[in-house]
């Protein structure tokens, strides 16, 4: 398991340096500059911001330099935020993500995991039916639909909780059902799948006629085969929670990290655009490999090569 | 089961009755104002900053020479007490307060700000608002790296607390100008301990570093989340202050703003999103305040590209286009309908020149310059950055085009940067556009049309123009000055590389316990004149 474990980050790195260079590349090639702005300043100043930045250097010779400190870990300042640097917002905000994204994995494993395997025990029931089509509710209304909706009911109407903000422990709660809503659906819908299909094989017929309670038979024979779907789903899934959503984060002005994939880019904040999409990279990478072993641990007929 | 319904109905009851007491009405009690700032500010360095939310917090933080009256936005005294222009208008003598303290206890002096225009001129760092310091001598050459020795420009420290400023010509608005944070101090022994002082990436600005002579300091900043300034107990004035704290929250989304401010958690917004306008004015017009303000939303002309190198084309396009319909049916925030480009009343000034509405007239020109209702004249392409609301506006001068002239329109979107940059390649035909002035006078409006100016982007040039922009900037008698513009003005709108549509409102929600925040053009409310009172019950 070492040496699988060992291969792999080998293996991300090139994965890494092409993600960073594709990503270098790209954002400079589009078109709009980072000091563009409506009021334009005078072109001297203007060029001594972007020499500030080294955006005066040739293309190449920023590559390596960016590289260069990517290799400390260093991903540069940002250009938007004078004072921060992009390691220092990254610190800041992914935290709040993390967070946030622990309590909807939450949810969305608690709600999804029941409703999936309630409805695979009887398919093509009411008990199958209902919660799999509020799965399928729950899949088609986006979060920019979801997330005013939860705010206009508990927050406007009932006044239970604040509209947006950060700073009380029952400011988690509309984000955290927002964004686990979502994601339990589709965890619904992939445990249901996954349980059906267990349920069918031969050893689940065995243990039956061995005379083991359905309760037994579910929870100790299908349950860990029936997962198989949903913990493919949820390592990228995870990865995806955890780094914030831009969307609930503008609807509930939560002070995360995923406003900045979208922010930066817009921006052209060169820094903080190679920032997030290398760190997201990581993240990615990271969780993949997890869900590997952990995926060789619950299928036997799995192994390590 | 009837149980858990049972208490569910209980906490319907108990909160439907005990309502929480708000923040806006915590506020009320203590004195804590709550203010929508729109988006994360860049920074709160006045020299590196270039944003209205960034200007919304520096003017608490920070205090320049002069301060404006909240309603009529004349200059009153603030860092100075007093000032002394010469009779021919170049030089100006400031006598700074003796009593003025920085929040660390140092006095203010005229070293302060003498050494804080020179941080902002100084090359390396590249601040954006330098050329807002043009108006001083020879300020441009040591900015642009020309003139290397600072004694040469035209500050000049007389003793602690007299600061003269002399400038390249009289400059009638130069009071005004004092107000933008470009001309604000600071201290530079902070900003020395925290990092290089004439380069970007300075630490100052953090709230544990921050040193300021505002009537609040900095107490909090918690990014993408929360700025909390307090009062100021060094501040000069600090009698006059009544506010205890200001929050700041930074609300990019204008839905998320409202939603804040119905459920009590801001005093102030920003903005109002466009379709709860009317439902605001239905319901509760108390709330809303829409003022007018200091800008013009209009569309640019590409004069290099045929068809639109033709004036008459230009014209006829401009003379084509019902700016009433649009502010009533559109719009629909009281903003002004605009047939001309500098906003009515600024500084005194309002163009007597139009672009009026004449369908008529507009036929007839585009039938001089060979396109006879509209035949042989190539598709226009109109260029928006891509949101809503402009694109409900391109669509309708479209439509009032193909109506009135017989030409066919293209409408084309673009990302912010993308279109910026479009802009400023001259990649367009015809695009929209928005122009805030930095002070209220029609120089604000009138000089980035000069040839090769970089806010002109049209690729518009008249040398009489030209001429007439400088003249006015050499012009000592203000009536004669405002003469001047009138006809530099006349030439803009004739010549028409400017399609003007309709002149700002700024539009927002007001709890009405939010007192001294009075409508002015600048949208500028000091906050040491705004105070909470509750309404009695």
Same mark, same amino acid.
């Given at each position: 398991?070492?040496?699988?474990?060992?291969?792999?980050?080998?293996?991300?790195?090139?994965?890494?340096?092409?993600?960073?260079?594709?990503?270098?590349?790209?954002?400079?090639?589009?078109?709009?500059?980072?000091?563009?702005?409506?009021?334009?300043?005078?072109?001297?100043?203007?060029?001594?911001?972007?020499?500030?930045?080294?955006?005066?250097?040739?293309?190449?010779?920023?590559? /390596?330099?960016?590289?260069?400190?990517?290799?400390?870990?260093?991903?540069?300042?940002?250009?938007?935020?004078?004072?921060?640097?992009?390691?220092?917002?990254?610190?800041?905000?992914?935290?709040?993500?993390?967070?946030?994204g622990a309590y909807a994995m939450c949810i969305a494993l608690m709600l999804g995991l029941l409703a999936g395997v309630i409805a695979s025990l009887k398919p093509n029931s009411p008990t199958d039916y209902v919660p799999m089509s509020m799965a399928m509710v729950g899949i088609c209304l986006p979060t920019?639909v979801m997330g005013?909706l939860l705010?206009?009911v508990f927050?406007?109407?009932?006044?239970?909780?604040?509209?947006?903000?950060?700073?009380?422990?029952?400011?988690?709660v509309l984000p955290a059902l927002t964004l686990g809503g979502y994601y339990a659906a589709y965890t619904a819908r992939l445990a249901r799948g996954g349980m059906l299909e267990i349920m069918h094989q031969?050893?689940i017929?065995?243990?039956?006629?061995?005379?083991?309670s359905e309760k037994r038979v579910v929870l100790r024979h299908a349950l860990k085969g029936g997962l198989l779907p949903v913990v493919s789903f949820i390592g990228p899934a995870i990865?995806g929670l955890?780094?914030?959503?831009?969307?609930v984060?503008?609807?509930?002005?939560?002070?995360?990290?995923?406003?900045? /994939?979208?922010?930066?880019?817009?921006?052209?904040?060169?820094?903080?655009?190679?920032?997030?999409?290398?760190?997201?990279?990581?993240?990615?990478?990271?969780?993949?490999?997890?869900?590997?072993?952990?995926?060789?641990?619950l299928?036997?007929?799995?192994?390590?090569? | 089961m009837? @149980?858990l319904l049972?208490?569910a109905?209980?906490?319907?009851?108990?909160?439907?009755?005990?309502?929480?007491?708000?923040?806006?009405?915590?506020?009320?009690?203590?004195?804590?104002? !709550?203010?929508?700032?729109?988006?994360?500010?860049?920074?709160?360095?006045?020299?590196?900053?270039?944003?209205?939310?960034?200007?919304?917090?520096?003017?608490?933080?920070?205090?320049?020479?002069?301060?404006?009256?909240?309603?009529?936005?004349?200059?009153?005294?603030?860092?100075?007490?007093?000032?002394?222009?010469?009779?021919?208008?170049?030089?100006?003598?400031?006598?700074?307060?003796?009593?003025?303290?920085?929040?660390?206890?140092?006095?203010?002096?005229?070293?302060?700000?003498?050494?804080?225009?020179?941080?902002?001129?100084?090359?390396?760092?590249?601040?954006?608002?330098?050329?807002?310091?043009?108006?001083?001598?020879?300020?441009?050459?040591?900015?642009?790296?020309?003139?290397?020795?600072?004694?040469?420009?035209?500050?000049?420290?007389?003793?602690?607390?007299?600061?003269?400023? @002399?400038?390249?010509?009289?400059?009638?608005?130069?009071?005004?100008?004092?107000?933008?944070?470009?001309?604000?101090?600071? !201290?530079?022994?902070?900003?020395?301990? !925290?990092?290089?002082?004439?380069?970007?990436?300075?630490?100052?600005?953090?709230?544990?570093?921050?040193?300021?002579?505002?009537?609040?300091?900095?107490?909090?900043?918690?990014?993408?989340?929360?700025?909390?300034?307090?009062?100021?107990?060094?501040?000069?004035?600090?009698?006059?202050?009544?506010?205890?704290?200001?929050?700041?929250?930074?609300?990019?989304?204008?839905?998320?703003?409202?939603?804040?401010?119905?459920?009590?958690?801001? !005093?102030?917004?920003?903005?109002?999103?466009?379709?709860?306008?009317?439902?605001?004015?239905?319901?509760?017009?108390?709330?809303?305040?829409?003022?007018?303000?200091?800008?013009?939303?209009?569309?640019?002309?590409?004069?290099?590209?045929?068809?639109?190198?033709?004036?008459?084309?230009?014209?006829?396009?401009?003379?084509?286009?019902?700016?009433? #319909?649009?502010?009533?049916?559109?719009?629909?925030?009281?903003?002004?309908?605009?047939?001309?480009?500098?906003?009515?009343?600024?500084?005194?000034?309002?163009?007597?020149?139009?672009?009026?509405?004449?369908?008529?007239?507009?036929?007839?020109?585009?039938?001089?310059?060979?396109?006879?209702?509209?035949?042989?004249?190539?598709?226009?392409?109109?260029?928006?950055?891509?949101?809503?609301?402009?694109?409900?506006?391109?669509?309708?001068?479209?439509?009032?085009?193909?109506?009135?002239?017989?030409?066919?329109? @293209?409408?084309?979107?673009?990302?912010?940067?993308?279109?910026?940059?479009?802009?400023?390649?001259?990649?367009?035909?015809?695009?929209?556009?928005?122009?805030?002035?930095?002070?209220?006078?029609?120089?604000?409006?009138?000089?980035?049309?000069?040839?090769?100016?970089?806010?002109?982007?049209?690729?518009?040039?008249?040398?009489?123009?030209?001429?007439?922009?400088?003249?006015?900037?050499?012009?000592?008698?203000?009536?004669?000055?405002?003469?001047?513009? @009138?006809?530099?003005?006349?030439?803009?709108?004739?010549?028409?590389?400017?399609?003007?549509?309709?002149?700002?409102?700024? #539009?927002?929600?007001?709890?009405?316990?939010?007192?001294?925040?009075?409508?002015?053009?600048?949208?500028?409310?000091?906050?040491?004149?705004?105070?909470?009172?509750?309404?009695?019950?």
């Amino acid at each position: 398991m070492l040496r699988f474990i060992l291969r792999r980050i080998l293996q991300a790195i090139p994965v890494l340096i092409i993600i960073a260079t594709l990503t270098f590349f790209m954002v400079r090639l589009a078109p709009g500059k980072p000091f563009d702005a409506e009021k334009a300043t005078t072109p001297e100043i203007r060029a001594r911001l972007e020499a500030h930045y080294g955006l005066d250097k040739p293309l190449l010779q920023q590559y /390596f330099s960016y590289m260069g400190n990517l290799v400390k870990g260093d991903f540069g300042p940002s250009f938007k935020y004078a004072n921060r640097s992009v390691n220092e917002l990254i610190a800041a905000s992914f935290p709040v993500s993390l967070e946030l994204g622990a309590y909807a994995m939450c949810i969305a494993l608690m709600l999804g995991l029941l409703a999936g395997v309630i409805a695979s025990l009887k398919p093509n029931s009411p008990t199958d039916y209902v919660p799999m089509s509020m799965a399928m509710v729950g899949i088609c209304l986006p979060t920019f639909v979801m997330g005013p909706l939860l705010i206009l009911v508990f927050g406007l109407t009932l006044g239970w909780f604040n509209t947006s903000g950060w700073f009380f422990p029952s400011d988690r709660v509309l984000p955290a059902l927002t964004l686990g809503g979502y994601y339990a659906a589709y965890t619904a819908r992939l445990a249901r799948g996954g349980m059906l299909e267990i349920m069918h094989q031969d050893f689940i017929r065995t243990a039956r006629a061995k005379g083991a309670s359905e309760k037994r038979v579910v929870l100790r024979h299908a349950l860990k085969g029936g997962l198989l779907p949903v913990v493919s789903f949820i390592g990228p899934a995870i990865a995806g929670l955890v780094s914030g959503s831009f969307v609930v984060e503008m609807i509930f002005q939560i002070p995360g990290l995923g406003r900045y /994939f979208v922010t930066s880019a817009l921006n052209r904040d060169y820094a903080m655009v190679m920032g997030t999409v290398i760190f997201f990279a990581v993240l990615i990478l990271v969780m993949n490999l997890i869900v590997d072993i952990v995926l060789v641990w619950l299928n036997p007929k799995l192994r390590f090569d | 089961m009837k @149980q858990l319904l049972l208490i569910a109905i209980a906490m319907l009851a108990i909160t439907g009755c005990g309502k929480r007491e708000t923040r806006v009405e915590q506020g009320n009690r203590d004195q804590i104002l !709550h203010l929508g700032n729109g988006t994360e500010p860049q920074d709160l360095d006045p020299h590196i900053v270039t944003g209205v939310p960034e200007h919304h917090l520096i003017t608490a933080l920070l205090e320049g020479l002069v301060g404006l009256d909240p309603k009529d936005l004349r200059p009153v005294p603030g860092g100075a007490e007093r000032w002394e222009t010469s009779a021919d208008g170049t030089v100006y003598t400031f006598y700074l307060r003796k009593n003025a303290k920085w929040s660390n206890g140092d006095p203010v002096t005229a070293h302060d700000f003498l050494n804080s225009f020179k941080r902002i001129l100084t090359p390396s760092l590249a601040s954006e608002y330098a050329y807002m310091l043009y108006v001083a001598k020879n300020a441009e050459a040591y900015n642009t790296g020309k003139l290397a020795d600072f004694s040469e420009v035209g500050f000049k420290v007389l003793d602690d607390h007299t600061l003269q400023v @002399q400038l390249n010509n009289p400059t009638p608005y130069f009071l005004s100008l004092l107000n933008h944070y470009s001309w604000y101090p600071v !201290h530079l022994p902070t900003v020395e301990k !925290h990092g290089p002082v004439h380069e970007r990436g300075n630490r100052w600005t953090r709230p544990e570093n921050f040193v300021g002579n505002g009537p609040f300091i900095l107490d909090k900043w918690r990014e993408n989340q929360i700025i909390i300034v307090k009062k100021s107990p060094t501040y000069w004035n600090a009698d006059i202050v009544r506010l205890k704290e200001i929050h700041f929250y930074p609300i990019d989304s204008d839905d998320t703003e409202e939603r804040a401010f119905r459920s009590g958690q801001l !005093h102030v917004t920003q903005t109002v999103p466009l379709p709860k306008i009317d439902v605001y004015k239905r319901e509760k017009p108390d709330l809303l305040r829409i003022d007018t303000y200091l800008g013009c939303y209009y569309y640019r002309v590409n004069v290099t590209k045929p068809p639109l190198d033709n004036k008459e084309v230009r014209r006829a396009l401009a003379m084509a286009i019902d700016r009433e #319909n649009i502010v009533k049916h559109i719009t629909k925030a009281g903003q002004i309908p605009a047939h001309h480009f500098t906003p009515p009343g600024t500084a005194g000034y309002t163009a007597e020149a139009r672009i009026p509405m004449d369908v008529d007239a507009a036929k007839k020109l585009l039938a001089e310059a060979g396109y006879p209702d509209g035949k042989g004249l190539p598709t226009i392409e109109i260029l928006y950055n891509t949101s809503e609301g402009h694109k409900v506006i391109a669509e309708a001068i479209q439509q009032m085009w193909k109506k009135n002239l017989n030409i066919d329109v @293209q409408l084309v979107n673009q990302e912010w940067k993308v279109y910026l940059d479009s802009q400023k390649q001259l990649n367009y035909q015809i695009c929209r556009a928005g122009w805030i002035g930095d002070y209220p006078d029609p120089n604000s409006f009138l000089d980035m049309w000069l040839t090769g100016g970089g806010n002109n982007q049209t690729g518009w040039s008249n040398s009489e123009y030209d001429q007439l922009i400088r003249e006015a900037s050499r012009a000592a008698d203000p009536q004669k000055r405002m003469e001047i513009f @009138q006809k530099a003005e006349a030439i803009l709108l004739d010549e028409a590389p400017v399609i003007p549509i309709y002149f700002y409102t700024r #539009n927002f929600l007001i709890q009405p316990s939010v007192k001294g925040w009075h409508p002015n053009i600048l949208d500028h409310h000091p906050y040491q004149h705004v105070h909470l009172e509750a309404a009695k019950k």
